[in-house]
Antibody, heavy 121, light 108 residues
């Protein structure tokens, strides 16, 4: 059974840093693209960052480029999101999502339950 | 970046109603369009992929159509468990995927 378990969220001051983790089970991270998607309180979904299954390429939304870094530890089957220079507008529930491709169409077929990041002084 | 615009932002409907939600892309995305349902306090759930293919386990009252820039999600007969927020997502650009702003379906 595929499971994604996020952790690492919390309250941080503006300008601070936080590292989110997503422990995956039931599949191997190296076989699938993975993404982080966030949702500000009462707002819609925003794709934040992604990493290819082979780990060779990473991608970021313009809103986080240069501040966030996606990575993974294959030995732990865990995905990370290092978030630096945090701003109030980064406050959101952060989901990790497993990518898949069906008939050449990419999609997210599994999501974690999310971890809440609050940026406030 | 490709922008996705959904309409309406919210709607009120009754059980048994036919409901249609539209999603428009700022440029052609072929059929690289997915639909998700999100209930309060839960993660999104995939309903439709590749514009019109039903994800396994999703009831057949859900259907999708469209290509290029204009897409629709239709619920043929709204059920109590369908009251939720629906999002479209484009996956045309490699790992730079954007969502629509969402459509909240509420009980009339």
């Amino acid at each position: 059974e595929v499971q994604l378990l996020e952790s690492g969220g919390g309250l941080v001051q503006p300008g601070g840093s936080l590292r989110l983790s997503c422990a995956a089970s039931g599949f191997t991270l190296t076989s699938y693209a993975m993404s982080w998607v966030r949702q500000a309180p009462g707002k819609g979904l925003e794709w934040v960052s992604g990493i290819r299954g082979n780990g060779e390429s990473t991608f970021y939304a313009d809103s986080v480029k240069g501040r966030f870094t996606i990575s993974r530890d294959n030995s732990k089957n865990t995905l990370y999101l290092q978030m630096n220079s945090l701003r109030a507008e980064d406050t959101a529930l952060y989901y990790c999502a497993k990518g898949a491709s069906i008939v050449g169409n990419a999609l997210f077929d599994y999501w974690g339950q999310g971890t809440l990041v609050t940026v406030s002084s | 970046d490709i922008q996705m615009t959904q309409s309406p932002s919210s709607l009120s409907a009754s059980v048994g109603d036919r409901v249609t939600i539209t999603c428009r892309a700022s440029q052609s995305i072929s059929r690289f369009l997915n639909w998700y349902q999100q209930k309060p306090g839960k993660a999104p759930n995939l309903l439709i992929y590749a514009a019109s293919s039903l994800q396994s386990g999703v009831p057949s009252r859900f259907s999708g159509s469209g290509s290029g820039t204009d897409f629709t999600l239709t619920i043929s007969s709204l059920q109590p468990e369908d009251f939720a927020t629906y999002y479209c997502q484009q996956t045309y650009t490699t790992l730079s995927w954007t969502f629509g702003q969402g459509t909240k379906v509420e009980i009339k």
